[in-house]
Protein backbone atom coordinates (compact mmCIF):
# COMPACT_ATOMS: atom_id res chain seq x y z
CA UNK A 1 0.00 0.00 0.00
CA UNK A 2 2.90 2.33 0.82
CA UNK A 3 4.35 3.88 -2.89
CA UNK A 4 7.91 5.76 -2.68
CA UNK A 5 8.39 7.71 -6.01
CA UNK A 6 11.88 9.63 -5.95
CA UNK A 7 12.26 12.81 -7.93
CA UNK A 8 14.98 15.56 -8.73
CA UNK A 9 18.15 13.43 -10.29
CA UNK A 10 19.70 14.59 -13.15
CA UNK A 11 23.14 15.27 -14.46
CA UNK A 12 25.29 18.21 -12.49
CA UNK A 13 28.79 19.73 -12.68
CA UNK A 14 31.12 18.84 -9.38
CA UNK A 15 30.95 21.23 -7.27
CA UNK A 16 26.78 21.80 -8.02
CA UNK A 17 23.90 20.98 -6.09
CA UNK A 18 20.65 18.89 -6.52
CA UNK A 19 17.63 18.33 -4.06
CA UNK A 20 16.25 14.74 -4.10
CA UNK A 21 12.56 14.25 -3.42
CA UNK A 22 10.41 11.26 -1.72
CA UNK A 23 6.65 11.05 -2.03
CA UNK A 24 4.83 9.07 -0.38
CA UNK A 25 1.57 7.65 -1.15
CA UNK A 26 -0.45 5.19 0.63
CA UNK A 27 -0.04 5.77 4.06
CA UNK A 28 1.12 8.89 6.23
CA UNK A 29 4.11 8.04 7.19
CA UNK A 30 4.70 11.02 10.02
CA UNK A 31 5.72 7.83 12.34
CA UNK A 32 8.20 6.38 10.05
CA UNK A 33 12.26 6.11 10.07
CA UNK A 34 13.22 7.63 6.69
CA UNK A 35 16.49 8.00 4.82
CA UNK A 36 18.48 7.56 1.97
CA UNK A 37 20.09 4.98 -0.14
CA UNK A 38 22.35 5.04 -2.82
CA UNK A 39 24.23 2.13 -5.23
CA UNK A 40 27.22 2.98 -7.95
CA UNK A 41 27.49 0.54 -10.63
CA UNK A 42 29.50 -2.43 -8.86
CA UNK A 43 29.45 -1.16 -5.72
CA UNK A 44 27.84 -2.11 -2.85
CA UNK A 45 24.22 -0.28 -1.77
CA UNK A 46 25.66 2.10 0.79
CA UNK A 47 23.40 3.83 3.47
CA UNK A 48 23.58 7.72 2.43
CA UNK A 49 21.14 9.68 5.10
CA UNK A 50 18.10 8.73 8.23
CA UNK A 51 16.34 11.14 9.67
CA UNK A 52 13.52 10.17 12.43
CA UNK A 53 10.21 10.87 13.25
CA UNK A 54 11.42 12.82 16.09
CA UNK A 55 13.92 14.74 13.21
CA UNK A 56 17.18 12.91 14.43
CA UNK A 57 19.60 12.48 11.59
CA UNK A 58 22.77 10.59 10.39
CA UNK A 59 24.72 10.50 7.65
CA UNK A 60 27.60 8.44 6.17
CA UNK A 61 30.89 9.82 6.29
CA UNK A 62 31.66 10.27 2.86
CA UNK A 63 28.41 13.08 2.61
CA UNK A 64 28.45 14.03 5.92
CA UNK A 65 28.99 18.53 5.85
CA UNK A 66 27.49 18.34 2.45
CA UNK A 67 24.31 16.62 2.58
CA UNK A 68 21.11 17.53 4.45
CA UNK A 69 18.36 14.93 5.06
CA UNK A 70 14.76 16.56 6.08
CA UNK A 71 11.06 15.65 5.88
CA UNK A 72 7.83 17.55 5.59
CA UNK A 73 5.30 15.45 7.47
CA UNK A 74 2.58 17.50 6.50
CA UNK A 75 3.43 16.90 2.44
CA UNK A 76 4.56 13.04 3.79
CA UNK A 77 7.91 13.89 1.66
CA UNK A 78 11.63 13.83 2.53
CA UNK A 79 13.95 15.43 0.76
CA UNK A 80 17.85 14.70 0.14
CA UNK A 81 19.85 18.71 0.04
CA UNK A 82 23.11 17.20 -1.85
CA UNK A 83 25.77 20.20 -2.39
CA UNK A 84 29.20 20.54 -3.06
CA UNK A 85 28.52 17.56 -5.25
CA UNK A 86 31.83 14.99 -6.07
CA UNK A 87 31.95 12.92 -9.03
CA UNK A 88 32.00 10.13 -6.02
CA UNK A 89 28.28 10.72 -5.90
CA UNK A 90 27.32 9.18 -9.09
CA UNK A 91 24.81 6.94 -8.25
CA UNK A 92 21.30 5.51 -7.95
CA UNK A 93 19.60 7.19 -4.82
CA UNK A 94 16.79 5.12 -3.52
CA UNK A 95 14.62 6.26 -1.06
CA UNK A 96 13.15 4.30 1.74
CA UNK A 97 11.10 4.05 4.40
CA UNK A 98 10.03 1.75 7.53
CA UNK A 99 7.29 2.01 10.29
CA UNK A 100 9.21 0.41 13.31
CA UNK A 101 13.50 1.39 12.92
CA UNK A 102 13.94 -2.36 12.10
CA UNK A 103 16.82 -3.45 10.56
CA UNK A 104 15.38 -4.34 7.07
CA UNK A 105 13.36 -1.45 5.17
CA UNK A 106 9.98 -2.22 4.29
CA UNK A 107 9.91 0.47 1.70
CA UNK A 108 11.49 1.62 -1.11
CA UNK A 109 11.64 3.79 -3.73
CA UNK A 110 12.29 3.12 -7.58
CA UNK A 111 15.55 5.06 -7.79
CA UNK A 112 16.53 8.08 -9.29
CA UNK A 113 20.10 8.89 -11.22
CA UNK A 114 22.59 10.95 -9.72
CA UNK A 115 25.55 11.85 -12.23
CA UNK A 116 28.24 14.15 -11.46
CA UNK A 117 30.48 15.33 -14.14
CA UNK A 118 33.82 16.95 -13.49
Known amino acids: QVQLVESGGGLVQAGGSLRLSCAAS????????MGWYRQAPGKQRELVAI???????NYADSVKGRFTISRDNAKNTQYLQMNSLKPEDTAVYYC????????????WGQGTQVTVSS
Open 26 to 33: GRTLSNYI
Open 51 to 57: ITSRGST
Open 96 to 107: AADPYGGTIWNY
